[in-house]
């Protein structure tokens, strides 16, 4: 007869998973990790549309910092650069590289395969400039901010990819503006193949009905589609920045339809940015 301790010390049958048990609790881990993968995608694109609008927004303050310092004169370059060179005369009030590229921006740095640019003294821009502020796009003088008729309406930048501007590596003068840089990307939302400055594309979407081509767009960004989710980040003139769909955005030269002003009675007595179908444009290029 067994003794009381020898049956203690006795180890009982250990249990074990059957297959079919175990098929079960893949399947089940399967299901949860479809269901929280994508959830998870779409945080992150999230993470990288906020952190985009975070850089806009630096840019912005940026370019606050810019007009109050110059007489409420925006950013500008040489008289047929239409913008161009505004990154560079930003950069002393960003000092950061960084801040002008967009986390979904997949442009290669020059000089690496398949970079739009091979001179490594130029750096990857994500960001556009509104052509239509400055001087080259209009008969008179570069009209001063606090003469913007809705600041809180006008596109200031957007976003675009393929763009590059001069950095580093060039011969600056005393203010740290490089005087020769007209690449950094402007443009003013009318299709077109490229964006001025060099063969950047807009990543927008279709402004207001309109379709963009460009190398940037075919190659690059192969759609010319908008970064985040069908949406784009825009920075206005009183230096806030908005998620659009690129039809919520009026374009340019020749204005999309004749209800891009900002301000005045336009054709059939609509008023401010009515687009002319029953609805309203959040932001305007026009900056009267």
Excluded at 23 to 51: D, G, N
Excluded at 142 to 171: C, D, I, K, S, W
Excluded at 198 to 221: E, H, L, Q
């Amino acid at each position: 007869m067994m003794s009381h301790s020898a049956r203690r010390m006795r180890r009982p049958n250990a249990a074990a998973f059957t297959l079919i048990e175990l098929l079960i609790v893949i399947a089940i881990i399967a299901i949860l990790a479809a269901i929280l993968f994508p959830v998870f995608a779409t945080a992150r694109e999230k993470a990288r549309q906020a952190t985009c609008a975070s850089n806009l927004k630096q840019l912005g303050i940026a370019w606050v910092q810019y007009v109050q310092d110059y007489d409420e004169c925006p950013p500008e370059s040489s008289q047929n650069n239409g913008g161009c060179g505004w990154a560079g005369r930003l950069y002393p009030y960003v000092k950061s590289l960084g801040v002008y590229i967009c986390p979904d921006d997949t442009t290669p740095q020059p000089g690496q395969p398949g970079a739009p640019l091979a001179d490594t003294r130029f750096q990857v821009i994500s960001y556009a400039y509104n052509q239509i502020l400055n001087r080259s796009q209009g008969s008179g003088p570069l009209l001063p901010v606090n003469q913007y008729t809705a600041p809180q309406n006008t596109v200031v930048m957007f976003e675009q990819r393929g763009g590059v501007a001069p950095f580093m590596g060039f011969v600056h003068n005393a203010a740290g503006i490089d005087p020769g840089d007209n690449t950094s990307p402007a443009g003013m939302g009318s299709p077109g193949a490229y964006l001025n400055g060099n063969s950047a594309g807009y990543a927008t979407g279709p402004m207001a009905g309109r379709a963009f081509s460009g190398t940037a767009c075919n190659v690059i960004w192969p759609t010319c589609n908008a970064p985040h989710s069908g949406l784009a980040n825009f920075l206005a003139a009183d230096g806030h920045v908005k998620a659009l769909n690129g039809n919520q955005v009026s374009t340019y030269n020749p204005a999309s339809s004749p209800y891009n002003a900002q301000t005045g009675t336009v054709a059939c007595g609509t008023q401010n940015m009515t687009n002319g179908a029953g609805g309203t444009f959040t932001l305007t290029f026009s900056n009267l």
